[in-house]
């Protein structure tokens, strides 16, 4: 009996939240500002790429990161330290070699196509902060 009271009082409060008319529009919001606080999370902020000692501090945060997060097999969010790192790098061929060796080829493929993305975003990062300076 109250097995059935509880199911019955659910789906009333389900019918209820669902025909309040702005639930959607609450629903759709919240879950766009979820997205976009991800997002925001898991990008790195990228060093001022003129500043030597901020790109090399950036780029060991970023391989150390990125190992230990391997090591713990998030390889997704580890991939994306290891690809800000290798962004940042002057020369990232060798950087991409050592990693060729020792990161497992699906890893390593899963580096190799987001690195377009993090170049697109230096790219637009050096941009706005010119844009800033004039």
Same mark, same amino acid.
């Given at each position: 009996?109250?097995?059935?009271?509880?199911?019955?009082?659910?789906?009333?409060?389900?019918?209820?939240?669902?025909?309040?008319?702005?639930?959607?529009?609450?629903?759709?919001?919240?879950?766009?500002?979820?997205?976009?606080?991800?997002?925001?999370?898991?990008?790195?902020?990228?060093?001022? =790429?003129? +500043? #030597?000692? !901020? %790109?090399?501090?950036?780029?060991?945060?970023? *391989? @150390?990161?990125?190992?230990?997060? &391997?090591?713990?097999?998030?390889?997704?969010?580890?991939?994306?330290? =290891?690809? +800000? #790192?290798? !962004? %940042?790098?002057?020369?990232?061929?060798?950087? *991409? @070699?050592?990693?060729?060796?020792? &990161?497992?080829?699906?890893?390593?493929?899963?580096?190799?196509?987001? =690195?377009?993305?993090?170049?697109?975003?230096?790219?637009?990062?050096?941009?706005?902060?010119?844009?800033?300076?004039?």
């Amino acid at each position: 009996m109250c097995g059935t009271l509880f199911v019955g009082y659910c789906i009333y409060f389900d019918r209820t939240r669902w025909s309040d008319s702005n639930f959607k529009s609450r629903l759709r919001e919240r879950r766009e500002k979820q997205k976009l606080a991800k997002e925001r999370a898991g990008l790195s902020k990228l060093p001022d =790429l003129k +500043d #030597a000692e !901020a %790109v090399q501090k950036f780029f060991l945060k970023e *391989l @150390q990161l990125g190992g230990e997060l &391997l090591a713990q097999s998030n390889y997704e969010k580890g991939v994306d330290h =290891l690809t +800000d #790192a290798a !962004a %940042v790098r002057g020369r990232p061929q060798q950087l *991409l @070699q050592v990693l060729q060796q020792t &990161l497992p080829p699906p890893v390593f493929q899963m580096l190799l196509t987001k =690195l377009p993305t993090i170049s697109q975003r230096i790219v637009s990062s050096q941009s706005t902060a010119e844009g800033d300076v004039e």
